[in-house]
């Protein structure tokens, strides 16, 4: 199993080229931010791409409802990102998210050649993502339900007579108290999202309940290893007190892999 590691597009540029020095010295598979409405995760990224030399870079995930492929284009031509390592991630919520989706991904590939990771929740959505993506992102999952997603992505694939994309799995990460109520906010935010709601319907799971919530890095090992055999890789996306590059840097050595 591959490990990531995640952080808010919008924190200081400081902490993401750290963090993503501090990634590649540890061995991680890859290093990912978000792309929250005004923040461009793109232009984030690019500060980690300069940093690295070896990590996968991922942006999880762009929504194709408010910038369209040829605007997703042109920002990763703007930032320099490098494409034998860029996971472009895209994503949109519904109506009409199949068809936007399956529509995004062709235009993408049309015009750049990298690798496309779609966000899915549902099974529809997971079937799409097997026919069409180079890889997947799950969110905000347990790892008895990653199996079951992952086996919707398969059936997709096998539909497509094409290879299985590689699973990646969004898992908030917290350690000390501290950071406690800043994923409880999180997992507030989330439920109330109608399409996340759902989600968490058919899981019959609350949101805070598929994180990682430790007491210190040890706890960080034993949550971990609940995942091993769900997914192809773990991002673990950080969620700290303050955002700071001291709480970060402990985050990115916590959870760092052992192999």
Known sequence: ????????????????????????SLGYDSFWVNHPGPVDGLASLAHAARETRRLALGVGVI???TRGPEAILEGVKAQALPLDRLLLGVGSPNPRSLERVRNGVAALRAGMKTRIVVAALGPKMCHLAGEVADGVLF????PAYAKTAAEWV?????????????????VRLAVGDASMGRLQDESDRYAAIPAYAAHFERMNTKPIDTAIAAKNADGVKTAVAAWQ??????????????DTAEETLALVRAAAPRR
């Not at 540029?13 to 020095?21: M, N, Y």
């Not at 969110?139 to 347990?142: K, Q």
């Open 63 to 65: 929504p194709l409802h």
């Open 229 to 242: 055999g769900a997914v192809d890789e773990v991002v673990f996306r950080a969620i700290t007190a303050k």
């Open 1 to 24: 199993m591959g490990f990531g590691f995640a952080l808010f597009a919008g924190i200081a540029p400081e902490v993401i080229r750290d963090s993503a020095r501090e990634a590649e």
């Open 154 to 170: 398969r059936a997709g694939a096998a539909a497509a007579k094409r290879p299985a994309p590689r699973t990646y799995a969004y």
């Open 139 to 142: 969110n905000w999952l347990t």
